[in-house]
């Protein structure tokens, strides 16, 4: 099976004279999780949506299988992103939008079966934990190389966090994954490749060791 690598370096960004990003590389590839960790307001999501392209930095180079993309969202099959706030438009059936993105609804109630009663209700008779879920699990079963995550076990059980990242874990053989959350201990464990984003630039971190000596933990 042949690697899809994706890349994103020189990144620049700027909100009113204030950096935010600076010279950020960062690299994810199929059959790799790749964990973006960092304080609030570091810049993690707004690097997730320039990788995505919903935003664009002051410079940037994107680019897939070394090709320069000047927006990756306009490219069949190429990512899909799971946003921090709800995204998907609540009067859309489930069934409208497994057929939107091309996952089969079954699929989705063999890993959880509390959807099974939703197939014809709208998106907006679940709970936020719900919805929440039902979008993080159609953004990673989706037949694309490339999941952006943006906190996906917000406001989901501790049950359902652990059943997504199992999902996490075998969904990676097939196309690469970029993800960060506040529960850190979740990202790293279920990382391959790790990045600290701060003071506007990433270091690649290895050990929770590294999280101390670069202030993210305590000791």
């Given at each position: 099976m042949t690697k899809d690598v994706l890349e994103a370096d020189?990144?620049?960004?700027?909100?009113?004279?204030?950096?935010?990003?600076?010279?950020?590389?960062?690299?994810?590839?199929?059959?790799?999780?790749?964990?973006?960790?960092?304080?609030?307001?570091?810049g993690k999501s707004s690097l997730m949506r320039i990788i995505f392209g919903s935003l664009k930095?002051?410079?940037?180079?994107?680019?897939?299988?070394?090709?320069?993309?000047?927006?990756?969202?306009?490219?069949?099959?190429?990512?899909?992103?799971?946003?921090?706030?709800?995204?998907?438009?609540?009067?859309?059936?489930?069934?409208?939008?497994?057929?939107?993105?091309?996952?089969?609804?079954?699929?989705?109630?063999?890993?959880?079966?509390?959807?099974?009663?939703?197939?014809?209700?709208?998106?907006?008779?679940?709970?936020?934990?719900?919805?929440?879920l039902f979008e993080a699990v159609v953004v990673l079963l989706s037949d694309v190389k490339f999941v952006i995550l943006d906190e996906p076990f917000s406001h989901i059980m501790p049950l359902h966090v652990e059943q997504l990242k199992e999902i996490i874990n075998r969904e990676k053989h097939k196309k690469g994954i970029m993800i960060t959350d506040h529960l850190?201990?979740?990202?790293?464990?279920?990382?391959?490749?790790?990045?600290?984003?701060?003071?506007?630039?990433?270091f690649r971190i290895h050990t929770h060791d590294d999280l101390v000596r670069h202030g993210y933990l305590l000791k």
């Open positions: 020189s990144v620049y960004l700027e909100y009113n004279t204030r950096t935010i990003l600076s010279d950020v590389y960062v690299k994810a590839e199929t059959g790799k999780v790749t964990g973006f960790l960092g304080r609030n307001g570091c930095g002051n410079f940037q180079s994107v680019r897939l299988n070394k090709q320069y993309q000047e927006s990756l969202l306009t490219s069949p099959n190429a990512i899909r992103y799971l946003p921090q706030k709800t995204f998907i438009p609540k009067q859309l059936s489930i069934a409208q939008i497994c057929n939107l993105f091309k996952v089969s609804f079954g699929d989705i109630t063999n890993e959880f079966p509390i959807f099974e009663k939703y197939q014809n209700q709208k998106l907006g008779s679940l709970s936020g934990g719900e919805i929440r850190y201990k979740h990202i790293m464990e279920a990382s391959d490749d790790l990045y600290l984003i701060r003071d506007g630039k990433t």
